[in-house]
């Protein structure tokens, strides 16, 4: 059932509708009838391996709650393994062993273990994570152990940010499903206002850019430099536009429930650095990491090599979490090394600044940070998303091929069957984005500022808003991306 479907909307409707009608003790069990109708709706099998992990980490959280000295830490990593079981089982299982055969192949050994023909559980990564924060945090002493079985499933369960996050806390969100949440229309109005927003950018950007991009990027070896150039810079605004509306979408939802999520994205194309970047985009997956996996090792408190390593582990790990490939594994390496680039480098960047006065320019310096970020960013995304590594190699290595030749680009226009509005319409949606974004770095909240403004004002940019959503959206139930996780 995705958010973009007629389907969801029914479902939304009635279940807000039943929620603050119902009485306030029976709430949280009919939330988490309805998130499992929510997840049932994708693979109903499947939310057997979700019950099966949310027990698993209930009890590990009273047992971890209760015990002392070494036990605890015992508990703790029989948790963490029977998590990251499941997710090896049904996530890596295959990509490790078809490695196994190649490198048996190539050894000149038997290999006869058989590919497992199971499909991936739809958000596993996100709720696995969500189940471990919380086992962890009572095993830090943070968090008091969950006495109720159905509140903690709903933690994990709830429906809004079950399958695609934000991965939440049990900080933030435990005690929230024990309050009172009477309707609030002006909570309600804001949520909705950030749904329509996510509805935007995905129905309206992500998906229109998401015809090209799957064209080019489904056979990368028949098209010349500009498709390529052009295919990796809309997938950059396809992934931001689909994930983040993803994310605004189910904020919102969690809000008209009177809920409070956390912010998953924040205007990440307008970073001056690699380090800001990863601070703006999917900022709890990015937090999780370093809080659970970089901390611990060591973070920046260690020897200057060790802590590289840190660095370097952290993003291998994080591309590996977004899939079984060894794109994104080098996606995640790319990434890993930007930030120690940036730290080796820091020096002569700042007396290179100097040198040629750009330091007394800020706005100008501060364009320059934007747009190399937002290059390096780009660079990254073609592992990410090429269908393995001959693919992207291909895209790197071509990107300057035709440059200077109009008709090989109005070409492999013609030969996708792609026409000038649709273009113009993906520019156009991405500069509205972009100026959106810019105006809320300058003035704050554009959602607040609407609220402000008379109601005839705010009348006439909700409809524009949802007519431009109907006319120029595409809504043919496109997965989000973010789904395969």
């Not at 660095?311 to 979490?321: A, H, P, Y």
């Not at 998303?385 to 070409?411: C, F, I, K, P």
Request: aromatic share 20%; charged share 15%.
């Amino acid at each position: 059932m995705l958010f973009n479907s007629v389907q969801f909307l029914i479902f939304f409707v009635l279940v807000a509708s039943a929620h603050f009608i119902l009485p306030q003790r029976g709430r949280w069990l009919f939330l988490l009838f309805a998130s499992c109708y929510f997840y049932m709706a994708f693979v109903p099998s499947y939310i057997l391996i979700l019950f099966f992990l949310i027990t698993v980490d209930y009890f590990a959280g009273l047992l971890i709650d209760r015990a002392r000295g070494r036990r605890r830490k015992f508990l703790l990593i029989v948790s963490i393994l029977s998590n990251c079981f499941i997710l090896f089982l049904f996530k890596y299982f295959n990509f490790f062993n078809a490695n196994f055969s190649r490198l048996a192949q190539w050894g000149g050994f038997e290999y006869t273990i058989e590919n497992l023909q199971i499909i991936l559980p739809i958000g596993l990564s996100f709720h696995t994570f969500q189940s471990l924060s919380y086992v962890i945090e009572v095993y830090r002493g943070r968090q008091l152990a969950e006495r109720n079985f159905g509140i903690y499933a709903l933690y994990v369960m709830f429906f809004p940010q079950l399958v695609a996050g934000p991965i939440e806390r049990p900080g933030n969100l435990l005690h929230q499903l024990r309050e009172r949440h009477a309707f609030d229309y002006a909570r309600a109005t804001d949520g909705l206002k950030l749904v329509m927003w996510g509805l935007f950018k995905k129905a309206v950007i992500a998906d229109r850019l998401a015809i090209f991009v799957d064209q080019v990027y489904g056979d990368v070896h028949s098209y010349p430099g500009w498709p390529l150039i052009i295919a990796t810079v809309f997938f950059a605004f396809q992934i931001y536009c689909d994930f983040s509306g993803y994310s605004d979408i189910a904020v919102g939802i969690a809000r008209v429930l009177g809920f409070q999520l956390m912010t998953n994205f924040d205007r990440p194309y307008f970073s001056r650095s690699i380090s800001e970047f990863w601070k703006r985009w999917h900022i709890s997956l990015t937090s999780w990491f370093k809080d659970y996996v970089y901390i611990p090792m060591g973070g920046n408190r260690v020897t200057k090599g060790r802590w590289y390593f840190n660095l370097l582990f952290v993003f291998l790990l994080s591309g590996f979490w977004h899939g079984a490939n060894w794109t994104f594994v080098i996606w995640g390496a790319l990434n890993g090394l930007y930030l120690i680039g940036a730290i080796f480098t820091a020096p002569l960047r700042y007396r290179v600044v100097k040198a040629i006065g750009l330091d007394r320019r800020p706005d100008l310096h501060s364009m320059v940070r934007v747009g190399t970020t937002f290059l390096l960013i780009c660079f990254s995304w073609i592992f990410f998303r090429a269908q393995n590594v001959s693919d992207a190699w291909y895209v790197l290595t071509h990107m300057g091929s035709g440059l200077g030749d109009g008709r090989v680009w109005e070409q492999a226009l013609q030969d996708m069957g792609l026409h000038a509005r649709g273009l113009w319409i993906a520019w156009v949606g991405i500069i509205a984005l972009l100026a959106a974004e810019r105006w809320q770095g300058q003035y704050g909240s554009l959602r607040r500022y609407l609220s402000l403004q008379p109601a005839a004002v705010r009348f006439c940019v909700y409809s524009f808003m949802a007519g431009g959503i109907l006319v120029l959206g595409r809504f043919s139930s496109q997965q989000f991306i973010y789904f395969q996780f």
